[in-house]
């Protein structure tokens, strides 16, 4: 798909403020930090349009873009951080899991993980959700320009090894790196293949 607009739309404190659900959307979520705005700088071939490197716990807001005036990319607030007090920690997740489990248009969920790190109980329990709750989603490694490539494939057959605990199939798989631009033009043609826009 080449990406000929992306536009800002706005900001939501709740699913109900979101835009009218008129649109295919596909949101993208993931840790703090886990390279999410990066990536979808490196995928739309945008500098800033989702924002890096935000203060963690300042702004939980669900933003919407709107693609090729087509279908909206949501960048999703990051869940399970760490400086943050319990309760604050429970509103985040409220926000987010009535987002997912509300919004009608959402075709797909990409959830971000850092291709440096083992399975982390709280990625594992996320997407554990999303299982319960039907939710279709795929995995993104991000970062992996930092491994060697060796590295990385080891990485990705352990976290394959963990979901297949609790999994029959796994999700879809997708490798990235923002530094390197990899991996985005993948999920752009997956996309495009679930959708005619
Ligand atoms: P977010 O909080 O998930 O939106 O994460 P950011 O996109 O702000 O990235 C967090 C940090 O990781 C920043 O310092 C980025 O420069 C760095 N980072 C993000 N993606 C990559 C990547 O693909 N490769 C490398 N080497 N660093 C990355």
Redesign the pocket.
């Known amino acids: 798909m080449v990406i000929k607009t992306a536009e800002f739309v706005k900001s939501s404190g709740r699913w109900q403020d979101c835009p009218e659900p008129n649109l295919p959307e596909y949101a993208f979520i993931?840790?703090?930090?886990?390279?999410?705005?990066?990536?979808i700088?490196?995928m739309l071939n945008h500098k800033d349009l989702?924002?890096?490197?935000?203060t963690?716990g300042k702004t939980q807001l669900i933003n919407h873009f709107i693609i090729n005036e087509s279908w909206y990319l949501t960048d999703l607030p990051?869940y399970g951080y760490a400086r943050v007090s319990k309760s604050m920690r429970r509103d985040f997740e409220k926000i987010i899991t009535n987002y997912i489990l509300n919004r009608k248009n959402l075709v797909n969920l990409f959830v971000?993980v850092d291709a440096r790190h083992t399975p982390q109980k709280i990625d594992i329990e996320f997407i554990e959700w999303c299982g319960e709750n039907g939710v279709p989603f795929s995995i993104v490694f991000?970062?992996?320009?930092?491994l060697k490539p060796n590295t990385v494939i080891t990485n990705v057959e352990d976290y394959k090894t963990e979901l297949l605990k609790t999994w029959e199939d796994l999700p879809e798989i997708y490798v990235?790196?923002?530094?390197?631009k990899l991996g985005g033009d993948e999920i752009l043609k997956f996309i495009s293949t679930t959708n005619q826009f």
């Open positions: 993931g840790r703090s930090n886990v390279g999410k705005s990066s990536l700088n490196a989702a924002k890096t490197s935000q963690p990051g971000l991000t970062k992996s320009d930092k990235t790196s923002a530094e390197k």
